[in-house]
């Protein structure tokens, strides 16, 4: 079993940075996909970014290419997400997941963390 813990949230302002962690529990972590999800006040869960386990190939949302970046470590059993240039529209909480059940870009991870608060203010 995996269980992903975030890390790394808080208040920023609008051209700022922040580098989010997420440290699994489980020995299976370097054997499954993981990604980063956030959802806002009032919206839908959304696809951030994600990054494969067995070439680690990086996926990303439209709106952070360019300005996101995904990274993980198979021997610290840890994903990070480097976010540069945030904007208030990147306000949301922020879920890290982990598993191997189908597109990397859609939510059918079985395992979820509680999430992390991003704040941007203008």
């Known amino acids: 079993q995996v269980q992903p813990v975030e890390s790394g949230g808080g208040l920023v302002q609008a051209g700022g940075s922040l580098r989010l962690s997420c440290t699994t529990s489980?020995?299976?972590?370097?054997?499954?996909?993981t990604g980063w999800f956030r959802q806002a006040p009032g919206k839908e869960r959304e696809f951030v970014a994600a990054?494969?386990?067995?070439?680690?190939?990086?996926y990303y949302a439209d709106s952070v290419k360019g300005r996101f970046t995904i990274s993980r470590d198979n021997t610290k059993n840890t994903v990070e997400l480097q976010m540069n240039n945030l904007q208030p529209e990147d306000t949301a909480i922020y879920y890290c997941?982990?598993?191997?059940?189908?597109?990397?870009?859609?939510?059918?991870?079985?395992?979820w963390g509680q999430g992390t608060r991003v704040t941007v203010s203008s």
């Open positions: 990054i494969t386990y067995l070439f680690q190939t990086p």
């Open positions: 997941a982990a598993g191997n059940g189908g597109d990397v870009t859609t939510p059918s991870y079985r395992y």
């Open positions: 489980g020995r299976t972590f370097r054997t499954v996909n």
